[in-house]
């Protein structure tokens, strides 16, 4: 009686434990983001990757980089415009966002603004002055899917009120109107070329402006009031990435401790905790040049996927301008090169060869599932991550491939959502070996952020490992993925930007007459070698403009315009910003120039500069005026040329 009284009472107590619930594991918290963070609509904008900006205006018709302002609109009228045929060459290349150049630095505006009489559309043949070509161009891109944005250049050099304070309402008046007249908007540009050379209504002068005479607190508070989801460019919420080639610094931390956004590479590298959340925009221009010229190119399409993985590969979104041809189109060579961009990332990124690997990470936030490694690899960039606990600064995670697998690409990103958290990171692959094997490295860098890619020769292993070498807060990553470069496409790496140049007519027989100084040898602008320079730094000290070389072609020709190529190392000191052209018969009597002008943005995109003559000329000889360099004393020529009738 006894035992089975106690045997009973053991029963009721192991039912009673069993039915009890089970401790609730303890909460594991989200991480604390760390330093600056994107807002809404900067995530937004990291999540486009590519964007393009439409580039076209009067000055397509004169063959100029920067309208000075007094371009007639009589010469506006692209007869076989058709905004659709842009956006879609444009959408071919993955391009998700287009920023419509509205008014560039001439002052023509390509909608009816209600605000100018003289300087429009409605001033041009092009519809019979009936047109409104932002509202085409909007149409199109919502047609296509494709996110609007509007550029409106501060800088005006067609009115006689730039630089008084007639002029800021005038502009704010503009950018209301765009602002509320299309509906939404997601980036609105603003230009960092702002005072100088200009019409300004017949004046012909020079004028400057404080750092705050377009009053930009009111600017930003009706942006932010009339289009919520819209990101500034040229402000303290996207930067510069301090060249126009579309190369961003290595690293490029999405944080700046002031805005520098005008600054000439001050934003190609960012500053490592910055308290601006402010990324880089890596723009390029997909023609030497923003706008149409005639005798142009297009950068080839394998090139601009390399200047995919030096933009989005590193933290930034690549924004590409294109340019529509006096037919108000883009020209055939220009929309099958983006065409084949679209199709070649496609090819690179279509399959991650790392779905379905095993992962295996060196610690898991708070052993929670919601943390697991596993989110590097389910396909969402925001809304999960692979998260480390707190006080870590070094950590791993491997995948293995359960069998060798090529692979020649490697993407990663951070929970940007959390701030950028990792500051060194290396990839390893397991290498067979006498002793069963081991990690061999092959690659290794400074943050992450948004976007990091590496792309190299291929390896083949059956794991991969990232490994986390510092880290200013507990590490988190949203994405590991590895994918394969198809081999055609890695033989076109590295490709150039297109051609180099134009070389014009035969330098065969031209002999240089007289230069004006010798810092290097002034044949060496004649040479057809990009590599040599004619500049005016002498052993006397750098010689300031104007310098001048006179040429002699040894024969008679009728010339239909001029060539310049600036400097091609890197560097821009020197190269021409104002110049003027004259053609002789004896070398003697020069009489007018055949051209006289600026080579406009040359200092940020020191492309080759060709100029059409009014007019064909006829001579023997030529003399070159360098009136000017954009930055620094000395004046610097790569190669002077002529185009022949």
Same mark, same amino acid.
């Given at each position: 009686m006894f035992k089975a009284t106690v045997a009973l009472g053991i029963l009721v107590l192991s039912l009673a434990a069993s039915a009890a619930p089970e401790p609730a594991p303890p909460e594991v918290t989200a991480p604390s983001p760390y330093g600056a963070i994107p807002s809404p609509a900067q995530l937004a904008w990291h999540n486009r990757e590519i964007i393009g900006m439409v580039n076209f205006s009067t000055i397509t018709y004169y063959g100029k980089e920067w309208g000075y302002g007094d371009e007639d609109p009589a010469k506006f009228n692209p007869t076989q415009f058709d905004a659709r045929q842009i956006v879609r060459a444009a959408k071919s290349a993955g391009i998700q966002l287009l920023v419509i150049n509205a008014k560039h630095h001439g002052g023509f505006c390509l909608w009816p603004s209600k605000f100018n009489d003289t300087y429009t559309v409605k001033n041009s043949p092009w519809r019979n002055g009936k047109g409104d070509m932002l509202r085409e161009f909007v149409a199109a891109c919502r047609e296509e899917g494709v996110g609007v944005g509007f550029y409106l250049s501060p800088w005006d050099r067609s009115r006689g009120d730039y630089g008084q304070s007639g002029y800021v309402t005038y502009y704010h008046n503009q950018l209301r109107e765009l602002l509320t007249s299309y509906g939404e908007v997601l980036e609105v540009w603003f230009d960092g070329a702002n005072g100088g050379d200009g019409w300004y209504g017949g004046a012909k002068e020079t004028r400057h402006i404080g750092a705050d005479y377009y009053q930009w607190d009111t600017i930003y508070k009706m942006v932010h009031e009339t289009q919520p989801k819209a990101v500034m460019y040229g402000t303290n919420e996207l =930067?510069?990435?301090?060249?126009?080639?579309?190369?961003? &610094?290595?690293?490029?931390?999405?944080?700046?401790?002031?805005?520098?956004?005008?600054?000439?590479?001050?934003?190609?590298?960012?500053?490592?905790?910055?308290?601006?959340?402010?990324? %880089?925009?890596?723009?390029?221009?997909?023609?030497? +040049?923003?706008?149409?010229?005639?005798?142009?190119?297009?950068?080839?399409?394998?090139?601009?996927?390399?200047?995919?993985?030096?933009?989005?590969?590193?933290?930034?979104?690549?924004?590409?301008?294109?340019?529509?041809?006096?037919?108000? $189109?883009?020209?055939?060579?220009?929309?099958?090169?983006?065409?084949?961009?679209?199709? =070649?990332?496609?090819?690179?990124?279509?399959?991650?060869?790392?779905?379905?690997?095993?992962?295996?990470?060196?610690?898991?936030?708070?052993?929670?599932? %919601?943390?697991?490694?596993?989110?590097? $690899?389910?396909?969402?960039?925001?809304?999960?991550?692979?998260?480390?606990?707190?006080?870590?600064?070094?950590?791993?995670?491997?995948?293995?491939?359960?069998?060798?697998?090529?692979?020649?690409?490697?993407?990663?990103?951070?929970?940007?959502?959390?701030?950028?958290?990792?500051?060194?990171?290396?990839?390893?692959?397991?290498?067979?070996?006498?002793?069963?094997?081991?990690?061999?490295?092959?690659?290794?860098?400074?943050?992450? &952020?948004?976007? =990091?890619?590496?792309?190299?020769?291929?390896?083949?292993?059956?794991?991969?490992?990232?490994?986390?070498?510092?880290?200013?807060?507990?590490?988190? $990553?949203?994405?590991?993925?590895?994918?394969?470069?198809?081999?055609?496409?890695?033989?076109? %790496?590295?490709?150039?930007? +297109?051609?180099?140049?134009?070389? +014009?007519?035969?330098?065969?027989?031209?002999?240089?007459?007289?230069?004006?100084?010798?810092?290097?040898?002034?044949?060496?602008?004649?040479?057809?070698?990009?590599?040599? $320079?004619?500049?005016?730094?002498?052993?006397?000290g750098p010689q300031p403009a104007p310098q001048q070389i006179v040429v002699d072609m040894g024969a008679q020709h009728v010339l239909s315009g001029m060539l310049y190529l600036p400097r091609q190392d890197n560097c821009t000191i020197g190269n021409v910003d104002r110049y003027a052209f004259y053609v002789s018969d004896d070398g003697t009597t020069w009489g007018e120039p055949a051209a006289r002008g600026e080579f406009g943005n040359i200092k940020a995109d020191p492309v080759q500069q060709r100029v059409v003559f009014d007019k064909p000329v006829k001579g023997r000889y030529f003399k070159f005026v360098a009136l000017h360099s954009a930055d620094g004393i000395p004046i610097a020529v790569a190669e002077i040329g002529v185009i022949g009738k």
């Open positions: =930067r510069w990435v301090g060249n126009e080639n579309g190369v961003a &610094g290595d690293p490029c931390w999405a944080t700046m401790n002031s805005p520098k956004s005008a600054d000439y590479g001050a934003g190609n590298q960012g500053d490592r905790n910055g308290k601006y959340w402010c990324p %880089a925009e890596s723009d390029f221009p997909q023609r030497n +040049g923003w706008f149409w010229h005639p005798g142009g190119h297009s950068k080839s399409a394998a090139a601009m996927l390399d200047r995919y993985f030096t933009s989005v590969g590193r933290n930034t979104v690549m924004d590409i301008g294109i340019a529509p041809d006096r037919r108000g $189109l883009i020209c055939e060579e220009d929309a099958a090169e983006l065409k084949g961009l679209g199709e =070649r990332i496609r090819a690179v990124f279509t399959k991650n060869l790392a779905d379905g690997a095993k992962v295996t990470a060196s610690e898991v936030r708070g052993n929670s599932a %919601a943390y697991a490694g596993e989110h590097v $690899l389910d396909g969402r960039s925001t809304g999960t991550c692979w998260a480390a606990n707190d006080g870590t600064t070094d950590a791993s995670v491997v995948l293995d491939f359960e069998k060798r697998t090529e692979f020649s690409v490697v993407s990663l990103r951070e929970p940007i959502q959390l701030g950028q958290r990792i500051d060194h990171w290396a990839l390893d692959s397991w290498q067979p070996g006498s002793n069963g094997g081991d990690w061999e490295q092959f690659a290794e860098g400074d943050g992450i &952020g948004a976007r =990091r890619l590496w792309r190299g020769n291929p390896i083949v292993s059956n794991r991969m490992r990232l490994r986390i070498i510092g880290a200013s807060a507990s590490p988190a $990553l949203s994405e590991i993925a590895v994918y394969l470069e198809p081999e055609s496409s890695r033989k076109e %790496a590295g490709a150039a930007l +297109g051609k180099s140049y134009e070389a +014009g007519l035969s330098k065969k027989g031209w002999k240089i007459v007289s230069a004006s100084s010798e810092g290097a040898p002034a044949a060496n602008a004649i040479d057809d070698n990009p590599a040599t $320079l004619w500049h005016s730094h002498t052993p006397a």
